[in-house]
Structure formats: structure tokens, C-alpha cells
């Protein structure tokens, strides 16, 4: 079983910037792609990034584009999420996902994740 598990939440103003870590057991966390989600009170879970098990791919969300960026290493079994100039529609609880896969390719849908995080909350004040 793999566990994964978020850190770096908290509460900071519109502009300013958070970095969020995951970490997923297991010693194979190279062959995990992964993916960061959100959800917000009353709205369904989102895609927001994902990464492919070398990292060489990535894909964003629109909303997202140019503000967020994610990155993972691999020796730390850690994918990181840097979020710049926030904005209070950025708030929701962010959640880690990982699925393992034998091929470098990124997943956008929940549904393709097999383990995710407990989540950890992100309040992004006006």
C-alpha cells in the first residue's frame, strides 16, 4: 500500500506564494505519475498539475498557467507544488494523487489516480 501525504498548507494573502510537498512511500515512487487536485466548499474536485514518473511531462490547468508550476525528485520521493501570486479562488483543499504506471505519461482525471493524500488546506485571504 502507498501512502501519500501533503504538507505546506496554511493562510496567505492575495500575491503571495505557498509551496506544497508531497511525499508517497514506496520504493518505486520513479514509476508514479503524479498529480496535485482541489476542491472547494460546494464544488467537485479539479485537476490543477500533473507530472509524468520522470517528470519530463507536465501539464497545467488554464486557471493556473503561469502562477503554479510543479516539479518532483525522485531520490526524495517528493513532488513539490509552487504557487505564486495567489488568488482567493485558489482557495480549496489541495490533494496529492499517485498512480503508478509502467509508461511516462500523465493522468488528468481523478478516476485514473489509484492512492491520494488527506489533503491539506490552502485559505488565500483578499
Known amino acids: 500500500q502507498v501512502q501519500v501525504v501533503e504538507s505546506g498548507g496554511g493562510l496567505v494573502q492575495a500575491g503571495g506564494s505557498l509551496r506544497l510537498s508531497c511525499v508517497a512511500s514506496?520504493?518505486?515512487?520513479?514509476?508514479?505519475?503524479m498529480g496535485w487536485f482541489r476542491q472547494a466548499p460546494g464544488k467537485e474536485r479539479e485537476f490543477v498539475l500533473a507530472?509524468?514518473?520522470?517528470?519530463?511531462?507536465?501539464y497545467y490547468a488554464d486557471s493556473v498557467k503561469g502562477r503554479f508550476t510543479i516539479s518532483r525528485d525522485n531520490a526524495k520521493n517528493t513532488v513539490y507544488l509552487q504557487m505564486n501570486s495567489l488568488k482567493p479562488e485558489d482557495t480549496a483543499v489541495y490533494y496529492c494523487a499517485a498512480r503508478p504506471f509502467r509508461s511516462d505519461i500523465i493522468f488528468l482525471s481523478p478516476g485514473e489516480y489509484t492512492y491520494w493524500g488527506q489533503g491539506t488546506q490552502v485559505t488565500v485571504s483578499s
Open positions: 514506496g520504493r518505486t515512487f520513479s514509476t508514479y505519475a
Open positions: 507530472i509524468s514518473r520522470s517528470g519530463g511531462s507536465t
